[in-house]
């Protein structure tokens, strides 16, 4: 069975400081996919990332960060100095590839709300 | 410019009244999928298909129907819609199922059935 945990439901952080989202996932498939989305108030889902089970090389991409560590199955994901436009609810999110599993079924975390005050 | 296309973006019903909400995508993505969104549950599928005439149940799909008669299109039909499907839903295209490639989402369906 897959599943993810997004442990933390709500977090608020004040402008310019840093904040990790943390994502803990659940698969007995050796070739996997995972995921980070963003929703900002306007509700649609912002594509953030995407990473395969064989790369764990850490990637950033501005103020964005995520560490992908198998040993502990997470895929955290850090915003460095946060802005009030990072205020939305973001989701972790996992595909299972393994023969067997039924693709395309993209299974999601509960999502944590983060709040950047001014 | 690449999108998937969701009608209508809001919708107010009443209970038993049968509705559809379409879903177009202009990518020639083989897979489509809906979710449901509710708070505090996140997304969950209530369908996908792998390509035209090839669908399958996701995790919620009582009360739903889907069909794939065409590569772009793939509407999600309520034929009876009762209080507990009040929810946000997203319609999603891509490539391969596993996404590789991304996967794109429309706009949302804001759903409410009263």
């Known amino acids: 069975a897959q599943k993810v945990t997004q442990a933390q439901t709500e977090i608020s952080v004040v402008e310019k400081e840093d904040v990790t989202l943390d994502c803990v996932y659940e698969t007995r498939d050796t070739t996997y996919y995972l995921f980070w989305y963003k929703q900002p108030p306007s509700g649609e889902l912002v594509f953030l990332i995407r990473?395969?089970?064989?790369?764990?090389q850490n990637e950033i991409s501005g103020r964005y960060s995520w560490n992908f560590q198998k040993s502990t199955s997470s895929f955290n994901f850090t915003i460095t100095a946060s802005q009030v436009v990072d205020s939305a609810v973001y989701f972790c999110a996992l595909s299972a590839a393994d023969r067997g599993s039924t693709l395309g079924r993209l299974y999601f975390g509960r999502g944590t709300q983060l709040t950047v005050w001014p | 410019e690449a999108q998937v296309t969701q009608n209508p973006r809001y919708l107010i019903t009443v209970t038993g009244k049968k509705l559809t909400v379409t879903c177009s995508q202009n990518m020639n993505h083989e897979y489509m999928s809906w979710y449901r969104q509710d708070p505090g549950l996140g997304l969950r599928q209530i369908y996908y298909s792998m390509n035209v005439e090839v669908t399958d149940k996701g995790d919620v799909p009582e009360g739903y129907k889907v069909s794939r008669k065409e590569k772009r299109n793939f509407p999600l039909i309520l034929e009876s819609p009762s209080p507990n499907q009040t929810s946000l839903y997203f319609c999603a295209s891509s490539l391969s199922p596993t996404g590789v490639g991304s996967t794109f989402f429309g706009q949302g369906t804001r759903l409410t059935v009263v």
């Open positions: 990473r395969n089970s064989f790369d764990e």
